[in-house]
C-alpha cells in the first residue's frame, strides 16, 4: 500500500471552546453507540451475469440508476439464475460499517437507523449488518419491500440498480422518538447522515442536529449528490447550521456553490464559504471536507485551506470507485470518534478509500492495516 503523509500543520481538536478544531488531541476510549449514523439502508446484492440479463432489463454494462416498474422482478431473479452476494449497503451505512472496521473493537461503536421491510431481504440485512459488527436498528414495516441495489457484473463493468421501497418510509415518531431508541441517540458524541436523507426525513435529521448542537457534540453532514443541493436546497440550508463537519465531492460542491449564489468553481474558495455561512453552536468552527477523486482533498477550517494529496495507486489496481466517497467518510469518522487530530482523519479517510477501490463493491479485506 502506498503511503504518503499530508504535509499538512497538525490541526488539535479541542472540545468546548472556540477554536480551529473539533476535538481532543488525546485518545480516548471508545464505548459502543459512540458514533450514530441514520440514513436508507439497502441490502446490496452483487453478482456476475450475462449480457442476456442486461438486456432483458435493458441495463447498460456501467451506470447507476434507480429501479422503475420494469425492474422490479429483476432482484428475485438476480438471486435466483445467479450466485449472489450479499453485504449491508446504503451510503450511511456503508459509512458507518467502514468506520467499524476501522476501529475494529470495541464493536457496535457504530448505531444505525433505517427503515427496511418485514421480509427475507431485511432478514439478511440484519444479519449483514450483525456480522459487520453495526448495532442496527431498524424500523421494520410491512407496507414497502426491504431496499436494494443490485450490482450486475460483466467483466469489468457494474450496472447498479438501487430500489429504496421501505428505506423512503421512514417515521421518525414511530422510530426515532421512541425512548430506547432516543437513548441511543443520546449515547453518541458523533452523529453522521448522508443528504440523501433529506428527501426522507428532514424532521428526524433535525432533531439528531438539534441534540448534538445543545450538547456540543459534534454533527457530521454529506452533500451527497448534486440534486440534493438543487431539489433540496430548501431541506439543507434548515440544517446546515447545526453541521459541524460538512463532506462532498467536487462536483457536488460545485452545485452547492451555485445554489448558493458563491459565483466561484473553484473548489478552495468554495470550501472556505461553505465554512463561513451561519452556524447556531459557535463553540465549534464548522470544517469543510471536499474530495476531488484522484486530486487533492481540500479542507476548510478556521477561515484557512488546507490541502491533503491522496494516497497513490496504480489505475490497473481500480477495481470499482463506487464506494470511494462513503469509505473516505467512513476512514475519516473512525478518527473523529476517537478524539484525533484532523489531518489523522483525512490520513484514514484517504486509507480506508484506498482499500476499497481495489475491491468489488463497498467491502473490505478482515482487518486494516492503517497505522
Known amino acids: 500500500m502506498a503511503s504518503e503523509e499530508p504535509k499538512a500543520k497538525k490541526a488539535k481538536l479541542s472540545r468546548g471552546e472556540k477554536t480551529d478544531s473539533l476535538a481532543k488531541s488525546s485518545p480516548v476510549k471508545l464505548s459502543p453507540n459512540s458514533l450514530f449514523g441514520m440514513g436508507n439502508p439497502l441490502l446490496d446484492i452483487c453478482a456476475v451475469v450475462d449480457k442476456d440479463f442486461l438486456d ?130 443520546e449515547s453518541a458524541k458523533v452523529y453522521y447522515i448522508a443528504g440523501f436523507f433529506l428527501t426522507v426525513s428532514l424532521e428526524s435529521m433535525l432533531k439528531v442536529a438539534k441534540h448534538a448542537s445543545e450538547k456540543n457534540k459534534l454533527f457530521c453532514l454529506n452533500l451527497s449528490a448534486p440534486f440534493i443541493c438543487q431539489f433540496f436546497k430548501d431541506h439543507l440550508m434548515q440544517l446546515l447550521p447545526y453541521v459541524d463537519v460538512l463532506f462532498g465531492n467536487e462536483t457536488e460542491a460545485t452545485a452547492f456553490a451555485k445554489e448558493q449564489d458563491f459565483e466561484t468553481k473553484d473548489i478552495k474558495e468554495i470550501a472556505k464559504k461553505a465554512q463561513a455561512l451561519p452556524k447556531v453552536n459557535t463553540k465549534r468552527q464548522r470544517i469543510v471536507v471536499l474530495t476531488q477523486g484522484k486530486e487533492e482533498t481540500v479542507m476548510a477550517l478556521g477561515g484557512k485551506i488546507e490541502t491533503f494529496p491522496v494516497l497513490a495507486i496504480d489505475p490497473k489496481d481500480i477495481v470499482d470507485t463506487n464506494g470511494a466517497g462513503d469509505a473516505f467518510v467512513g476512514g475519516f469518522l473512525s478518527q473523529l470518534v476517537r478524539d484525533k487530530p484532523v489531518d489523522q482523519c483525512v490520513r484514514a479517510a484517504h486509507y480506508a478509500a484506498n482499500v476499497i477501490i481495489r475491491r468489488s463493491g463497498c467491502t473490505f479485506p478482515e482487518k486494516p492495516d492503517f497505522v
Not at 435493458?58 to 428475485?76: G, Y
Not at 437507523?113 to 427475507?120: A, L, Q, V
Not at 457494474?158 to 423512503?168: I, K, T, Y
Request: with cysteine; net charge negative.
Open 56 to 185: 432483458k432489463y435493458t441495463l447498460k454494462p456501467n451506470d447507476q440508476i434507480l429501479a422503475e416498474d420494469k425492474h422490479k422482478a429483476m432482484f428475485e431473479e438476480l438471486v435466483d439464475k445467479f450466485k449472489a452476494e450479499y453485504h449491508a449497503g446504503g451510503a450511511t451505512q456503508n459509512s458507518i460499517k467502514v468506520a467499524q472496521w476501522m476501529i475494529q473493537e470495541p464493536h457496535n461503536v457504530g448505531t444505525f437507523f433505517g427503515c427496511i421491510g418485514k421480509d427475507k431481504f431485511g432478514d439478511i440485512l440484519k444479519k449483514k449488518a450483525e456480522e459487520a459488527h453495526v448495532d442496527a436498528h431498524y424500523y421494520v414495516q410491512d407496507v414497502e419491500p426491504t431496499g436494494t441495489c443490485a450490482a450486475c457484473i460483466t467483466g469489468a463493468n457494474r450496472s447498479l440498480v438501487a430500489n429504496l421501497a421501505a428505506a423512503n418510509c421512514y417515521k421518525k415518531e414511530k422510530h426515532l422518538d421512541l425512548e430506547e431508541n432516543w437513548k441511543l441517540v
